[in-house]
């Protein structure tokens, strides 16, 4: 394929790839991907980050999801990667961008790790899932606002910034390595987002977070960017993690090896089927946003799309749909009454957001 | 737009024009029952400590604005209707007309709509001033889900002469995440450490909405030899006018930043502050970037409205076609630049120097580097500036990262090399 087109957009080769390896306190990451491929946001410069960091160094970490003193958290992040690629359409007519993909390698450490429990049990993992969606915007909800235009009405509406976490999954990957996976479906104006985290120690993890900017004309939301498939850039992202391959030091195999997880008992964390409710309504809400339809009055009309097409959407948007090594995979959503126990996950996401 | 909440129910017959609010100085303002009841519900509004509040707030003082003896910054003619007036702000609009009730100059106003376009603005499709915030996962995107009615300086941008509050126009632009990105990269002027710091603080963007294609937007300027706007671009250099009134009002030092179509919108609401006879005290300063509308009535203007001008570089251009028609003149800009400092902002005993300064000027840049349109009047440089010219349009038309920030055609020429490269 010579040129993309909004349909089909066109990302980097995977003819010439370089080797990306990273040496964590002896920990050795590696990874395959295309050469960057200009322009992409802010200034990202792979070569700028060193390649041997040392885990115990508190300098090389910061506080995950930027300083807010409203957040109480421990949760820490240094990272040690970063890069991303520009996917074009048609020459001229569509600019020089119709959107790119930003992959970003760090390492996570939960400084408030319970006594004797470690990151190499799962359901530590599930633990560490919610505290990413408490500790930064992901899981947060934005000021929204009434169906109607009257300016005198003061009430404040709560709608939530994401819809995740989406398709969760236990996978299994290069050298044996356990990754538990999820999708976030933005409902606002942030890229969608796909997370993988696996444990490298008992209070470390390495998460390779990847991000989706869709730049489009006449789409300003995240239901009318759907006209452009998200397919290319997912296919990209697959095509790098099927290359990583994480071998852990002498003394995290150590740890890994004195911690046992129950046979074939994969813990889950899920979207709640309130939250998809609020979803709908949030998307719906939104899909009016940077966007202009023909058949309405430029100025004080009514620019959203259609209030069961983006059900539909949503509906499918959080069916499950295993990849390519999954040792489980969670249901789409977990209805609260079904779990009226208080302990239960999905309740513990719903009052942390 | 323009229709009023059904829930409040009209006192009178709501054609009858009444007076409205206590006239102590000024001109009367006239509006109809309905809209009466509007301004007075705003009035309670007002008193409220929420963005609401101060939307009210902001739309009460635009009223009272009428009332002044000269029309205020940011109010514009409605095209097509010779006597009928617009007030623009990022949140509503008010039509009105000047009337002249008993042949005397006094004159009343009356107000003929209001409408509210919050929804406009929030939806995109309207120009306003937005925050902007850095997300460490996912990068620059809107720091609220609704722009803000007033510039305010942040707790990161005090607003003092140490820490300017930095704001962003857009030009052309598919969306405002996308004018987001953009112009944090002209705001820190593709330096390292100054981007570092932005992440830190942040910015604020007037997002100008455009209905063109790209090229159709740069056809725009092209067209008018950077001397016209779109009707969107109209609006928002009202509302921008606004805004930097309010900022000398408060006293905030200002740094703006314009990309590309966004430096019409900039330089047109500085022409509005000069009718009002503003002095900024060097309080704000203006950077063009990628300027598709002239430099030379940019430059005359931040002198009139005495702005900061102590920096060296103000502008930065990669020559594309927009930016060589309307930006610079074909290169002769930052001659009359220079003429100007000459002729009407130097002193006799400056005079030597700025006289040496514009020789050679025209000698150096004039000639080489970017005065074309020189070199082809004084014919002794021809083939080479043309070349450099040439390669400089080429360059910059390439299908590369026009909207990255770069220092010279070379670096430009640099970056598509290397993403050609990488391509193939």
Redesign the interface.
């Known amino acids: 394929m010579l040129f993309g087109n909004e349909k089909h957009p066109k990302g980097?080769?995977w003819r010439r790839l370089y080797n990306v390896d990273k040496y964590l306190s002896g920990t050795h990451v590696q990874l395959k991907t295309p050469?960057?491929?200009?322009?992409i946001?802010?200034?990202i410069d792979p070569d700028s980050v060193p390649d041997e960091f040392d885990l115990s160094d508190p300098q090389i970490y910061?506080l995950?999801?930027?300083q807010d003193k409203n957040k109480k958290q421990d949760l820490y992040?240094a990272l040690i990667w970063r890069n991303g690629w520009n996917f074009t359409g048609r020459?001229?007519?569509d600019?020089?961008t119709i959107g790119n993909l930003?992959a970003t390698a760090s390492v996570l450490d939960v400084r408030d790790m319970p006594v004797n429990r470690s990151l190499f049990q799962r359901s530590e993992m599930v633990e560490l899932v919610r505290g990413i969606h408490t500790s930064?915007?992901?899981g947060q909800y934005?000021?929204?606002?009434a169906e109607?235009?009257?300016?005198?009405d003061?009430t404040s509406y709560r709608w939530p910034n994401s819809l995740s976490p989406l398709n969760t999954q236990w996978l299994e990957r290069n050298n044996g390595c356990e990754w538990i996976y999820f999708e976030a479906q933005p409902l606002?104006?942030?890229?969608a987002?796909f997370y993988w985290l696996t444990p490298i120690g008992h209070q470390y993890c390495l998460m390779v977070?990847f991000?989706v900017?869709r730049?489009?004309?006449?789409?300003?939301n995240p239901f009318r960017e759907q006209r452009s498939p998200i397919d290319n850039y997912r296919d990209l992202m697959e095509k790098i993690m099927e290359t990583v391959v994480v071998e852990l030091s002498e003394s995290a195999s150590l740890e890994k090896a004195s911690i046992a997880n129950p046979e074939g008992h994969y813990p889950f964390v899920n979207c709640t089927d309130t939250l998809v409710k609020e979803a709908k309504h949030t998307l719906y809400m939104w899909s009016?946003?940077?966007?202009?339809d023909e058949n309405q009055p430029?100025?004080?009309g009514d620019?959203r799309a259609p209030k069961e097409d983006v059900a539909a959407f949503i509906d499918q948007r959080i069916q499950p749909h295993p990849l390519p090594g999954c040792l489980a995979i969670g249901p789409a959503y977990v209805e609260i009454e079904k779990t009226p126990n208080c302990n239960s996950e999905p309740i513990a996401i719903a009052n942390n957001r | 737009?323009?229709?009023l909440?059904s829930?409040l129910p009209p006192v009178q017959s709501s054609s009858a024009l009444q007076a409205w609010g206590s006239r102590t100085s000024g001109r009367a303002i006239f509006a109809n029952a309905s809209h009466q009841q509007l301004l007075d519900?705003?009035r309670q509004?007002s008193t409220?400590q929420?963005s609401?509040g101060y939307?009210a707030q902001t739309l009460l003082k635009a009223v009272d604005s009428l009332r002044g003896p000269a029309s205020p910054v940011n109010s514009m003619l409605k095209p097509n209707q010779p006597t009928r007036r617009l007030l623009v702000a990022g949140g509503f609009e008010i039509e009105y007309e000047l009337n002249s009730y008993y042949g005397h100059c006094q004159t009343d106003v009356e107000i003929v709509d209001i409408?509210?376009?919050?929804?406009?603005a929030?939806?995109?499709?309207?120009s306003a001033l937005w925050r902007i915030k850095?997300?460490?996962?996912?990068?620059?995107?809107?720091e609220?889900?609704?722009p803000r009615t007033t510039l305010t300086a942040s707790p990161a941008q005090k607003g003092n002469k140490e820490s300017p509050v930095k704001v962003g126009v857009n030009g052309h632009s598919?969306?405002?995440?996308?004018a987001a990105?953009t112009l944090?990269?002209h705001i820190s002027r593709g330096d390292?450490g100054k981007?570092a710091s932005l992440?830190n603080s942040g910015f604020q963007l007037l997002y100008v909405p455009s209905?063109n294609?790209?090229?159709g937007a740069e056809w725009v300027s092209i067209k008018s030899l950077g001397l016209n706007g779109t009707d969107e671009q109209r609006v928002a250099s009202r509302i921008l006018a606004q805004h930097m009134l309010e900022a000398y009002q408060k006293g905030l030092y200002i740094e703006w930043t314009a990309h590309k179509d966004g430096a019409w919108v900039l330089t047109e609401a500085m022409r509005q502050l000069t009718t009002q006879r503003i002095d900024l005290q060097r309080k704000q300063k203006i950077f063009l970037s990628d300027a598709a509308s002239s430099h030379v009535v940019a430059d005359r203007m931040r002198h009139t409205l005495n702005m900061d001008t102590y920096d060296s570089s103000w502008h930065n251009t990669a020559p594309g076609p927009a930016q060589l028609v309307g930006g610079t003149h074909l290169g002769v800009a930052p001659l009359l630049c220079l003429v100007d400092e000459f002729r009407h902002r130097s002193n006799a005993d400056e005079k030597f120097g700025t006289a040496g300064d514009l020789l050679w000027q025209a000698g150096t840049k004039g000639l080489v580097v970017s005065g074309a349109a020189t070199a082809i009047i004084s014919t002794a440089g021809v083939p080479m500036s043309l070349a450099l010219l040439g390669a400089s349009i080429l360059i910059a038309s390439l299908?590369?990262?026009?909207?990255?920030y770069f220092k010279n055609p070379g670096q430009q020429l640099g970056?598509w090399l290397?993403?050609l490269r990488?391509?193939?």
């Open positions: 980097p080769s050469p960057i491929r200009p322009p946001p802010d200034g910061e995950f999801g930027g992040r020459p001229i007519l600019g020089e930003v930064s915007d992901l934005h000021e929204g606002h109607d235009r009257n300016p005198f003061l606002c104006n942030r890229p987002e977070h991000y900017n730049w489009l004309r006449n789409a300003g009016g946003k940077g966007y202009t430029r100025q004080g620019h | 737009m323009g229709q909440p829930a519900n705003f509004l409220q929420s609401e939307h409408r509210m376009a919050k929804e406009d929030r939806e995109e499709r309207r850095f997300d460490q996962q996912v990068g620059w995107i809107p609220e889900k609704e598919r969306q405002l995440k996308y990105d944090s990269k390292k981007a992440q209905t294609s790209a090229i299908p590369s990262a026009r909207d990255d970056s290397a993403r990488k391509h193939n």
